[in-house]
Each structure stands twice: as C-alpha cells, then as structure tokens.
C-alpha cells in the first residue's frame, strides 16, 4: 500500500466572478522511502496539490489517503495528530523573528505537548543533524539564506515525520546553496527513511535528487514514473516541453527531417555517431545535444537533422534502430 494516495483529486476556486479549476482528477501513489518531485511550468497548480495532501487545502472532490487514512474522514483532532506526520517546508523558510535557533525548532514540539528536557535533548540531535551547533543562540536576521532553511528543515524534523513535504525549498537560494541543501535531504531520506515529496519547477533539483516524478499540467497530472524512465522517454508533450526546454528543434532549417535520440545511461559513452557516419557514409548534422546526471548515470538526448534524400533516411534509421536506442521523430516546425 502507498503511503501517499491521492485518488481523483479536484480542487475548484470559485470566486464572485469567476471559477478556477487549479487541479482536475489527480490520480498519484507515492511509497515509503521514496523522494518524489512534483515538477510544472509556474500557475500549474503544484503548491495547491502539495497543500491538498496535508489538508491546508481542502479538496473539492476526490480523496488524500495518507498511511491508510482518508483525510476527508479525519475529525479535527485526528487530522491534527496526523500533521505531526507530516511536515511542510517553505520556500521562505516561515521562521519566527522572535525567537532563536532553539526556539524556532521547538515551536512544532511544544504545540505538539511534548516536555521540556525532552524538546531540549530533540533540538541537540536535530542541531548536528542540520549543522547548526554553532548558530543555535542566533535569531534569523543573522543566518544566511542556506542556514534559515536548515533551521526549517530541523523544525520540520522536531516530531518525527513520515513525511516531508517541500513547497519550492530551494527556490530562494543560490545553486552552491541549493547543492547543500538538496545534500542534506537526500542524508535525512536514507538515514531516516523519510518520504520526501519536492514541489519545484527546477528540473536540477529533479534531477539531483528525485527518485519519482509527476509532471503537472494545466492543473492535470500530465506524466509519472521513476525519473530515469520518464527524462530517458518522455511520453507526453507537456513532459516534452520540461525535459527538452531549449532543444529548439525545427527553429531553423524548416521542413526537414529530424529524429531524437535519447541515451539510456548505457550507451552515451558509445562512439555513435562517428560509426553511423564511417559505416553508412551518410552525413547527418547535430541540431542539438544534452546530457544529464541522473542518480550517477548520464543520460541525454540527441536531435538529428537527416539528408533530404530518402534512402539514405533510411539508412540512418535503420542503422540506429539496431543499435537499440530509443528514436523519436522530431516534427522540424514544432516550438
């Protein structure tokens, strides 16, 4: 069984004049364990269904069962205890002005009852954990960026979570930054066993840290599947878009035929084009090439400008085909 199920979710904004459907039928199962992020353009609706599975958003229809519990069947007090199991961080890391390091992380716990010796040995485990000894007497107007959001993180930790969920966490930092932070979640997801869901429109932070991904469409759940099956093959044009932003194909040289390649993490290190190019004696012109790191395999893609002669279309199409790459025609008058 997930532990995250969201099962036809719809979430509708009404207004005195008008009506804004932000999310329409999600269907989304995340499990134990894993780092899943939830990727769109901006205005696709990811920070409403990242509240939704919490309950700060209620949805309109539909159902967010979390380790086996529909929220929609939860009393007050039972969705009260339930969000102890589910942290949230900020992109602007919501700390209290007022109060320190220490009393920033024991916020969550002293909301949740807990005593003071026992709030105090929790803060001193979590301080190590995020790096922090040296800044606990400090008040948020003397941390960097990188150091707010520790404190976030640690406070988001203070009353044992299942589940974190991240609402554009890294949006605000620098990419030195975002490294270390994104760092420290991966270490809090394998030590701990924590599931961690990532709301970003940043396909780095997907890519650097994700195991899962959803891609979210006009309030629509256009994609889903691990992340190196859906960057390496991409089945819809919304993932399309994400994934090849930049690719360009068809921009220029208009009409002519093009074809992807897309590089599985086995084969980039193969001399492929240079042998197609010996062995079939055809010229082909690299339109456009990218590579990713994705969980320590490169993956990439490839975009091909063929010879307008047919046959030798042909030649080069088969040749790859039987290399066992993956192909895609690429439509030359596509933006």
Known sequence: MALIELKHLTKTFRGKTQTVEALRDINLAINQGEIYGIIGMSGAGKSTLVRCINFLERPTEGHVVIDGKDLSALSPKELRQLRQQVSMIFQHFNLLAQRDVRGNIAFAMEIAGMKRAQIDRRIDELLDIVGLKERQHNYPSQLSGGQKQRVAIARALATNPKIILCDEATSALDPQTTASILNLLREINRKMGITIVI?????????????????IDEGTLAECGTVEAVFSQPRTEAAKKLIFRGAGAGSVLMGRRMVRIVFDGETFNEPIIAELVMQCHVPVNIFYADTRDVGGKVFGQMILQLPEDRLQQEKVLYYLQNRNLHLEEVDANAH
């Open 199 to 215: 709301i970003t429109h940043e396909m780095s932070v997907v890519e650097s840290i994700c195991t899962h991904v959803a891609i």
